[in-house]
């Protein structure tokens, strides 16, 4: 994903004041022997607030007054009819909520999130009248006022994961001066907890070599799919697996109460509850599959698009459904990978994978979509789109009256712009020019395109700049844009990684990547870096970005390519590039880490990389 000022504006407003260290989830904990669980799997990923969307009445919370939880008028829910309203009298006054919870000592990650609406009628810019803490035992996370005001609901992410094995109390207190009300307004409040503290018996990823069959019809609109999808895959880890998970991720778009992903009749086992916001369900399998064994799941599959010229969303008669359809979660050497959906960039990590999807659709409306397309005639004014992907990570796919050009790039790749209304036929040829351009320049440096075709769909309203999916991206109008997501094509899409771990191994090296496919040397990019703290690196995970998101964009694009650059001068251009075309033949349809990236550079120099790592801010 490529942040714009736009999207840089919309983090801030989403981003939770700054923790002073931020724990990365998915690691091992390093529990000593005497005080590690002895199962291997000992987290069951689980949501521990109880009634945190308010629709179950007031229990187990404790309020300040009767009127702290409530459905009255003036204020409105962000999912359901219930919220909790704090203050808002004008006048002298204090509300408090809170909740005891106790999160497992089994996992390694806790996230605390909620969703908060500020407004008030003070007009000062400068002084904080009006105040609500965020408290999770003893420990303050967060003090906002009325200078936070937002014209809606904004969510806030925070890592509690050194509560783990304790019980705590999270607590809310909004206090109001003596004039000028303030409305403190939270809803759908979670704790979610992922993560094994000790890793399985091996480190292997699993479940591999996923192959999803989906067959889906959509309304007169494209804006709502129903259908039925299936997934075989095998184990490749020595330790059986006795459950996988299905990522939802899509459900961040909506409630737990009215989920815009809806899985149902699961076959080849037993669907249990949702955990992470309901962005993942537990499956059960119907037996434990050995190392080297393989097994299928089913269910059926509703999706409805939200408004919005988001990933996923419509903006007017155009849908885009990135990251609709359920994928298998990883489970590697650090447990199940649960990590929270974010806004910010992506939570992403899955495996190399095969799909075959059909999607049947009104004639109307143009299927762009991953992999490679044919349409054939469907029942009457409707078209069946059969879409076929081999090695991918996601499937992707976008619907509605599109304008469509089509090229091909000098290396012999088909190239297919999709345009919404609005989007000139000279700006549409632009972005084809550049597509054509790009791909044969990503290609050159680190290996040949290997999906067929590539489509792009151009559409200015999008707020976040553009997003990658294998075979497929969704862009503005903008060349340096539309580059960088197509070289996502390599790095993320072919070369793997932890997006929410690692997501300068794919935002710092595609954004390197476009520099010189734009002929930009990164001459003296370094000498502008300035960090915001010790604790701010290149590497650091979405966990950290979260809770300081105006930083992300400056230091994982800007910071890592500038890194990157320097890398190269140190190596020198002909080993820099030798290096990255080895290194991702190396990891072709594979998933990279940091210290496999820096151990393949150690090994392209007789000069000791470490002290540049260091200085640069590269750990891992």
């Known amino acids: 994903m490529r942040p714009t000022p736009l999207k840089a504006l919309a983090a801030r407003v989403l981003a939770a004041a700054a923790l002073a260290a931020v724990s990365l989830p998915g690691t091992p904990a390093g529990a000593s022997p005497s005080t590690a669980p002895a199962a291997a799997a000992a987290c069951t990923p689980a949501q ?15 309020q300040s ?23 808002g009298v004008g006048s002298t006054h204090t509300d408090t909520l809170s909740q005891s919870v106790t999160i497992p000592s089994g996992c390694s990650s806790a996230s605390l999130t909620f969703w908060l609406h500020i407004d008030t009628a003070e007009t000062t810019s400068s002084t904080a009248y009006d105040k609500l803490t965020a408290k999770i035992g003893s420990t303050t996370l967060a003090t906002y006022s009325n200078l936070n005001k937002a014209s809606g609901y904004a969510q806030k992410t925070f890592d509690v994961s050194a509560f783990a094995g304790q019980t705590v109390t999270v607590a809310f207190t909004g206090t109001e001066d003596s004039s000028l009300q303030t409305s403190f307004v939270l809803d759908d409040i979670a704790l979610n907890t992922s993560g ?42 020595s330790t059986a697996l006795s459950e996988v998970y299905l990522r939802l991720w899509d459900n961040y778009h909506g409630t737990c109460s009215a989920m815009p992903i809806v899985v149902s009749n699961v076959s080849g086992g037993t669907a249990g509850a949702l955990s992470v916001g309901c962005t993942a369900l537990r499956i059960s399998l119907a037996s434990p599959v050995a190392q080297g064994q393989s097994a299928t799941i089913g269910f059926d599959l509703a999706i409805t698009v939200p408004s919005g010229a988001d990933r996923f969303g419509y903006d007017g008669a155009f ?7 359920p994928v298998l979660a990883v489970k590697d050497g650090a447990g199940w990978h649960l990590d929270p959906y974010t806004n910010n960039g992506e939570s992403f990590y899955s495996l190399a994978s095969d799909f075959k999807v059909t999607l049947d659709h009104p004639t109307t409306l143009l299927v762009p979509a991953t992999g490679t397309s044919v349409d054939t005639p469907g029942s009457s004014g409707r078209t069946v789109t059969t879409a076929t992907a081999s090695k991918v990570r996601d499937f992707a796919w976008a619907a509605g009256p599109f304008s469509k050009i089509t090229g091909t790039s000098t290396a012999g790749t088909p190239i297919n712009v999709y345009s919404v209304s609005g989007i000139s036929s000279a700006n549409a040829q632009s972005m084809l020019t550049t597509a054509k351009s790009a791909v044969d320049a990503h290609a050159a440096r680190f290996g040949a395109y290997p999906y067929g075709e590539l489509d792009a769909v151009i559409d200015n309203n999008f707020w976040f700049g553009g997003m990658e999916y294998p075979g497929f991206v969704l862009d503005l109008v903008s060349t340096t844009a539309l580059t960088h997501e197509i070289a996502h094509q390599w790095f993320y899409g072919i070369v793997g990684d932890d997006e929410y771990t690692s997501p300068w191994l794919d935002e710092s090296f595609t954004d390197y990547a476009t520099d010189l496919a734009q002929g930009k040397t990164g001459t003296s990019c370094w000498s502008s870096v300035s960090w915001a703290s010790t604790a ?14 105006s930083r992300y964009s400056t230091v994982v694009y800007g910071y890592g390519k500038c890194a990157l650059h320097d890398l190269r001068r140190v190596l020198g ?10 290194y991702a033949t190396s990891h072709w349809y594979g998933v990279s880490t940091t210290a496999e990236f820096k151990a393949a550079a150690q090994a392209a120099t007789t000069t000791d990389l470490t002290s540049f790592w260091t200085t640069h801010r590269i750990d891992g």
């Open 536 to 549: 701010e690196k290149i590497t650091n995970s979405m966990a950290y970005w979260d809770a300081h998101s």
């Open 573 to 582: 251009d002909t080993a820099m590039a030798n290096l990255l075309k080895s």
């Open 65 to 87: 007054s009767t009127t702290v939880i409530t459905s009255r008028t003036g204020q409105s829910a962000h999912g359901g009819t219930t919220f909790a309203w704090l203050d």
């Open 319 to 325: 849908s885009f459904i990135g990251n609709a359809l």
């Open 196 to 237: 094994d503290t000790t890793p399985p018996a091996d480190s292997t990823r699993t479940p591999a070599a996923p192959g999803y069959t989906v067959s889906l019809t959509s309304n007169t609109s494209g804006t709502g799919w129903t259908g039925h999808e299936s997934v075989t895959f095998t184990n490749a880890s």
């Open 48 to 62: 521990v607030v109880t009634n945190g969307g308010f629709e179950s009445g007031t229990s187990p919370w404790t």
